[in-house]
């Protein structure tokens, strides 16, 4: 009996271990593939001769698109991931990106929404997507069902991690 209890233990520490590895490596797949895409972006802009803005704000104006959001809204809504939001906003303000204007119903809230140029760079950022989705698709590097089972695992992680922090409290 403590034969097979030994034996099944140690399967269990075995595939806990393997689970474990397996975590840690999509954690850092995940991380470096958002630093690739950052790269991704930033060589285009440089090919493209665009060089007073760079990588993070583009992606956030490609996310805000045609929103009209404060700057607390945008981490909340999934639009920007760093804490350095109101940097990156004033920024894009005074390279004529982004428009802002006091909320008037809180006077302490900045709402801000893309401009004519801030919209030319949400265009550009979207024609990188869509021949980089081409160019994927084409390539057969993955299909679209590879895509939605991808989505339907990392929100899964995404609700196990909110909750997480929601518990914690």
């Known amino acids: 009996m403590s034969i097979h209890a030994t034996v099944d233990t140690t399967e269990a520490d ?26 991704v972006i930033k060589d285009e802009f440089e090919r493209l001769g665009l060089l007073d803005i760079n990588s993070v704000q583009a992606l956030l104006l490609f996310n805000i698109g045609d929103n ?4 607390g ?23 004529g990106y982004m428009h802002h204007h006091r ?6 809230a900045v709402r801000v929404r893309l401009t004519e140029r801030g919209r030319e ?5 979207t024609d990188l ?15 679209e069902v590879g ?5 339907t695992v990392l929100r899964r992680v995404e609700r196990y991690w909110t909750d997480q922090i929601r518990y914690i409290y």
């Open 103 to 108: 909320c008037e119903i809180d006077r302490r």
């Open 129 to 143: 997507f869509e021949r980089h989705a081409g160019g994927m698709s084409g390539h057969d590097v993955i299909g």
């Open 68 to 71: 009209e959001v404060t700057a």
């Open 14 to 39: 075995k595939k806990g271990r393997d689970f474990l590895g397996s975590y840690l490596e999509t954690l850092s797949m995940v991380e470096r593939l958002h630093r690739l895409l950052l790269d």
């Open 73 to 95: 809204e945008l981490k909340s809504r999934g639009y920007y991931q760093g804490s350095n939001v109101s940097y990156n906003l004033k920024k894009l303000v005074e390279a």
């Open 121 to 125: 760079i949400r265009s550009i950022v």
């Open 147 to 151: 895509l939605q089972n991808i989505n």
